[in-house]
C-alpha cells in the first residue's frame, strides 16, 4: 500500500470553478501536510502547509486535514487558466525530512 | 535571489554509461535532499546530504547510486552503469535547517534533470 494515495485525475473545470482535490494516507505519524504545484517540466513550489488537523486558508486556497480519517482536501475558488498544473500532497511527521508524495493531480482550467 | 539550480535539465544516455547530475542549493541553505519522480509516481525520497556528509541514504538503490556534497561546488548525484529503468526526473531540493518539531521548514525544489536512457 502507498503511504500517500492521490486521486489521479486529469481534472478539467472552466473558468471560476471550485477545485476540489483529495488525498489519503496510511501513516498515522504524519504531521505536517503540505501541498505543491508542479508547472510543467518546472519543479514543485509549496502552496501551503497544514500542521496536524485542521483548516487552513490562504487567499483563494483552502486546505483541509482530517486525520481521524485519514483525509487531506485542497480547494481552489475562483479558478484561474494560471491554476493550471499538476498539484501534489506530501506530508512528514515531526522532525523528519522525507517527503512522501503522492503521484499529483494534473488539473486545467478552460478559459 | 537565485533558487535551486539544477543542471543538466534534460541528459541522455546510452545503456553502460555514467549519469551525473548536479544540484546547486539556494543560498544559504546546507542541506540538500535527492528525489527521483518516475512516470505516473509521486517524488520518491533517495538521500540527504549535508556539506560533506551523508545524512541518509535509505531510498538510493543499492547497487550503481552515490551522491556527494563536497565542502566546495554543487552536490552531485552519480549514477553508474545505467538502465532504461533509471529514466526519470531527479529533483534536487535544499533547506536552510533540518526539520524540526515545531514548524514545517520548507524544501525548495530545483526545476529537475529529465534523464534519459536510450
Known amino acids: 500500500q502507498k503511504e500517500v494515495e492521490q486521486d489521479p485525475g486529469p481534472l478539467s473545470v472552466p473558468e471560476g470553478a471550485i477545485v476540489s482535490l483529495n488525498c489519503t494516507y496510511s501513516?498515522?505519524?504524519?504531521?505536517?501536510f503540505m501541498w505543491y504545484r508542479q508547472y510543467s517540466r518546472k519543479g514543485p513550489e509549496l502552496l501551503m502547509y497544514?500542521?496536524?488537523?485542521g483548516n487552513k486558508e490562504d487567499g483563494r486556497f483552502t486546505a483541509q486535514v482530517d486525520k481521524s480519517s485519514k483525509y487531506i482536501s485542497l480547494f481552489i475558488r475562483d479558478s484561474q487558466p494560471s491554476d493550471s498544473a499538476t498539484y501534489l500532497c506530501?506530508?512528514?511527521?515531526?522532525?523528519?525530512?522525507?517527503?512522501?508524495f503522492g503521484a499529483g493531480t494534473t488539473v486545467t482550467v478552460r478559459a | 535571489n537565485a533558487g535551486v539550480m539544477q543542471n543538466p535539465r534534460h541528459l541522455v544516455r546510452r545503456r553502460g554509461q555514467e549519469a551525473r547530475l548536479r544540484c546547486s542549493p539556494m543560498?544559504?541553505?546546507?542541506?540538500v535532499y535527492w528525489y527521483r519522480q518516475l512516470p505516473e509516481e509521486g517524488l520518491k525520497f533517495m538521500v540527504y546530504l549535508q556539506k560533506e556528509n551523508i545524512i541518509d541514504e535509505s531510498g538510493m538503490p543499492k547497487e550503481r547510486f552515490s551522491a556527494e556534497f563536497p565542502k566546495e561546488g554543487p552536490s552531485i548525484l552519480r549514477i553508474q552503469q545505467v538502465v532504461r529503468g533509471d529514466s526519470a526526473a531527479y529533483f534536487c531540493a535544499s533547506s536552510r535547517t533540518r526539520q524540526g518539531s515545531s514548524s514545517y521548514n520548507e524544501q525548495f525544489f530545483g526545476p529537475g534533470t529529465r534523464l534519459t536512457v536510450l
Open positions: 497544514t500542521y496536524s488537523s
Open positions: 506530501a506530508n512528514t511527521r515531526s522532525n523528519d525530512y522525507k517527503l512522501s
Open positions: 501513516n498515522s505519524a504524519f504531521q505536517y
Open positions: 543560498k544559504g541553505h546546507s542541506h
